[in-house]
């Protein structure tokens, strides 16, 4: 007999309003993805803020106590890092100031 892994497709609105930081995600059940920027999007590399909560309290996501980052382009689709994995709340964090949306993708 097979064993299957049902996953099911999440998707969820990313936008910036005038600042590095967009708003916060709400990562629960998603696991891994990707996002999609618009083709406003002026920076080149996003950086991660995470919560555990949601609240007014966020860290910058780091490995080996460098800052976890990927390199972006505008109206282009980057995997997010695994290091994401298991964060509950993040704030994706650009190298400019953007006023832009996002759509993240991913798999629970």
């Known amino acids: 007999m097979e064993n299957l892994i049902a996953r099911k497709r999440q998707e969820k609105n990313v936008s910036w309003s005038a600042a590095n930081a967009s708003a916060a995600v709400d990562l629960e ?3 891994g993805g990707m996002l999609y920027i618009d083709g406003s999007f002026t920076g080149a590399a996003l950086t991660f803020q995470v919560s555990y909560d949601g609240g ?3 860290a910058t996501l780091q490995d080996d106590g460098a800052d976890v980052s990927i390199s ?3 109206d282009r689709v ?3 890092p695994a290091e994401l994995f298991g964060a ?3 704030k ?3 190298d400019a100031s953007e006023t832009c949306t996002g759509r993240l993708m ?3």
Do not use: H, I, N
């Open 29 to 31: 059940g998603m696991a």
């Open 56 to 58: 007014t309290t966020y």
């Open 72 to 74: 972006v382009t505008a």
């Open 78 to 80: 980057a995997v997010l």
């Open 88 to 90: 509950r709340f993040v």
């Open 92 to 94: 994706f964090v650009s």
């Open 106 to 108: 991913a798999s629970s």
